[in-house]
């Protein structure tokens, strides 16, 4: 199984609501990372998890919540967003120094 | 500070012919470099890497080449098809578990 899967595929959510994306891997890859993508622009890394430790964190608001349960799951837990905050999620995995697997990401927006 | 980057936003090509992609970084420090495709509503793809210890590599169709005297990297595409059709962006790993995107490349493949 070389694949990264990503839930919901697509998410609206208001500015006071609570909700988590989640992603999941089972190629053993001991890191796992989440990325922001806006329209027409890179992915910008959020956060990385290395052997289920957070190991950056890329100085993103506290309004996002990462959360590593296993060496398979990610989760983004989501509180208080802006109208900014809409954007394309991208989980990726890999082993350390190695080509990441991204999964085909969570469309968010907040209304 | 850390910058990886393209010289051209967009590219379009004939069906067939060869594509060249380029990229520049400025982090001499770094080590390894990966090119992704991104279609569409899909996650990056990963394409060809390639490590600072060598100046080229082969793939299927695709070659990546790297010029560490003045920080350059390019994509090389063989025989164009439309399926090629995507943004392209290189990344540069600074060391462990940090990719740092370029701003992207859109490839538009004409028939």
């Known amino acids: 199984d070389t694949e990264v899967t990503q839930t919901p595929k697509h998410l609206v959510m208001g500015m006071t609501n609570k909700k988590s994306l989640k992603c999941e891997q089972h190629?053993?890859?001991?890191?796992m990372y989440w990325y922001k993508q806006k329209a027409k622009k890179p992915p910008e890394l959020m956060f990385v998890?290395?052997?289920?430790?957070?190991?950056i964190n890329e100085s993103v608001p506290s309004r996002f919540s990462p959360e590593c349960p296993n060496s398979s799951l990610l989760n983004l837990h989501l509180h208080a967003l802006q109208p900014e905050d809409s954007a394309l999620y991208l989980c990726?995995?890999?082993?350390?120094?190695?080509?990441?697997?991204f999964g085909p990401g969570t469309r968010l927006t907040v209304l | 500070g850390e910058n990886v980057g393209l010289h051209l936003p967009t590219l379009s090509v004939q069906e067939g012919d060869n594509s060249i992609i380029n990229c520049a970084y400025s982090n001499s420090a770094s080590d390894y470099f990966i090119w992704y495709k991104q279609e569409s509503g899909k996650g990056p793809q990963f394409i060809i890497d390639i490590r600072s210890n060598m100046d080229k590599r082969q793939g299927q169709r695709v070659t990546v080449l790297l010029n560490k005297t003045v920080k350059h990297l390019s994509l090389q595409i063989a025989a164009t098809q439309p399926g090629d059709s995507a943004v392209y962006f290189c990344a540069e790993n600074t060391g462990g578990f940090k990719t740092i995107f370029g701003a992207g490349t859109r490839l538009f493949v004409k028939a």
């Open positions: 998890y290395s052997y289920e430790k957070l190991s």
């Open positions: 190629m053993g890859h001991r890191a």
């Open positions: 990726a995995s890999s082993q350390p120094a190695d080509e990441q697997f």
